[in-house]
């Protein structure tokens, strides 16, 4: 990963409640000292041809014209989700931080239930049913 900075919680306590299984998140060429690290490249839109679509995006969020600079803009980089060789490519270096990337993706199994809506159990604070 060779653009971005480092966001890494310093607070230790969280890193005390989750042993194991707190990582240090690494969008550029830095460290995060004592905690594994994993690449975590930001991420916008899907794919690269996306990139237009985000720029129009940012153009009506910060109503300026599509070329027009602004300091709310995002200009340049590759916002879009990196292919497995992309990812590779960028951790030459830190072979380590692809490894903490697939601990951290094969611990993710969640599956979303289809069908009848679920939600969650709510007492409104006046008594009223909570379909109100």
């Known amino acids: 990963m060779t653009d971005g ?3 890494v919680s310093e607070d230790m306590g969280l890193a005390e409640m ?3 299984r707190f990582y240090g998140m690494v969008t550029g060429p830095k460290t995060c000292g004592e905690f594994p690290v994993a690449a975590c490249p930001e991420t916008r839109y899907a794919i690269t041809d996306d990139r237009r679509k985000y720029e129009i995006v940012q153009s009506i969020r910060t109503l300026t014209l599509l070329r027009q600079e602004h300091p709310d803009k995002r200009r340049g980089g590759r916002l ?3 292919t497995p060789a992309e990812m590779a490519g960028g951790c030459q270096e830190h072979p380590d931080w692809l490894r903490h990337t697939f601990e951290i993706a ?3 199994n969640f599956v979303f239930p289809f069908g009848k809506p679920q939600f969650p159990a709510f007492a409104p604070p006046d008594g009223s049913p909570p379909s109100d």
Do not use: G, K, S
Request: include cysteine; proline fraction near 8%; aromatic fraction near 16%.
């Open 106 to 108: 094969e611990r993710c």
């Open 80 to 82: 879009h989700f990196r």
């Open 5 to 7: 900075l480092i966001a």
């Open 18 to 20: 989750f042993p194991n």
